[in-house]
């Protein structure tokens, strides 16, 4: 089964950027949607954004205008999150996964943004 591999999280203060990266073992991405969801502390997992096998994307509202999310086209195998304007309720743990998910999930990676 593929397994998903994500990275680039950290501390970062409010208004400052980040850019998570995820690997898949496989080449999917020209086949399947791919998306990036996350958990904050005490919440559930919630979608945040995904990019469709045309490479149409759509982002939850409470993103949209601030994250883009791409894919390398020759690699199919690594998704992007650029992140800017971070706010502290971006704080979480950002996985990403086939959209709609799997019944599985990756480690993620931890995103906090605090001064």
């Known amino acids: 089964q593929v397994q998903f591999v994500e990275s680039g999280g950290g501390l970062v203060q409010p208004g400052g950027s980040l850019r998570l990266s995820c690997a898949a073992s496989?080449?999917?991405?020209?086949?399947?949607?791919m998306g990036w969801y996350r958990q904050a502390p005490g919440k559930e997992r919630e979608w945040v954004a995904h990019?469709?096998?045309?490479?149409?994307?759509?982002y939850a509202d409470s993103v949209k205008g601030r994250f883009t999310m791409s894919r390398d086209n020759a690699k199919n195998t690594v998704v992007y999150l650029q992140m800017s304007s971070l706010k502290p309720e971006d704080t979480a743990v950002y996985y990403c996964?086939?959209?709609?998910?799997?019944?599985?999930w990756g480690q993620g990676t931890q995103v906090t943004v605090s001064s």
């Open positions: 496989e080449s999917i991405f020209r086949i399947f949607a």
């Open positions: 990019i469709t096998s045309g490479g149409g994307t759509n």
């Open positions: 996964n086939k959209f709609p998910e799997l019944g599985y």
